[in-house]
């Protein structure tokens, strides 16, 4: 079976810290993806990689980074964490080509004080 | 705008019934779309996944639908069990034209509860 992992199921963090979210798989998948869910906004992709080292932005980049130095680990770094920041992070893979399963994590719980 | 909208938000059903979970998309160009579970405070877990070229999936009491054309997809869930409580998310990855890389437009998702 296909186990993607988050570092943390909870995170509780200050305004201005810098914040790092790991998510790993273990399938071999190329593509890696960060989502945050919000109520009544859904799953909005914050950004996504299909390589290592290759990283594109997706629908609400802002304020947010990525790492992918290895191709089981994709990070997501919120370099001045701020309130609105504060939701729930989900990390999925897949492999290529398009049309493939995506296989999500258990999500990470962030708030920003 | 690519958009991904799902009908109706809350379902309540009593334990036994048949039911039907809707999905529509505005872009008939696709890859494929998938259904997702989701438990409270968990991640999703993959239901189904249909590729563009298919009419439908089935596994085990879920059967999925698509029709391209009309940009609609629905979920048939048999004989609903309490179990199956949950939220039911409908996932669409659009071809942009270029290489999508298997990014998906997600709708905001049913909320499911089958009562005993």
């Known amino acids: 079976d296909v186990k993607v992992t988050q570092s943390s199921r909870y995170l509780v963090k200050r305004t201005g810290e810098k914040v790092f979210l790991e998510c790993v798989q273990d399938m071999d998948h190329e593509n890696m993806f960060w989502y945050r869910q919000d109520p009544g906004l859904g799953l909005r992709l914050i950004y996504f990689s299909y390589d290592v080292k290759m990283k594109e932005k997706g629908d609400i980049p802002e304020g947010y980074s990525v790492s992918r130095e290895k191709k089981e680990r994709f990070s997501l770094i919120l370099e001045s964490a701020s309130t609105n920041q504060t939701s729930m992070y989900l990390c999925?893979?897949?492999?290529?080509?398009?049309?493939?399963?995506?296989?999500f994590g258990p999500g990470t719980r962030l708030t920003v004080l | 705008k690519q958009e991904v909208t799902q009908i109706p938000a809350a379902l309540s059903v009593p334990e036994g019934e048949n039911l039907v979970l809707n999905c529509s998309f505005t872009d008939s160009a696709i890859y494929n779309l998938q259904w997702f579970r989701q438990d409270p405070g968990k991640g999703l877990t993959s239901l189904l996944l249909i590729q563009s070229s298919q009419r439908e999936q089935t596994s085990g009491r879920l059967n999925a639908s698509l029709d391209k054309s009309s940009g609609r997809s629905t979920l048939y869930i048999a004989a609903s069990q309490p179990g199956d409580s949950a939220t039911y998310l409908c996932?669409?990855?659009?071809?942009?034209?270029?290489?999508?890389?298997?990014?998906?437009?997600f709708g905001q998702g049913t909320i499911l509860t089958v009562h005993p």
């Open positions: 999925a893979s897949s492999l290529l080509p398009p049309g493939n399963t995506q296989y």
């Open positions: 996932a669409v990855g659009f071809n942009a034209g270029g290489t999508s890389y298997g990014k998906l437009t």
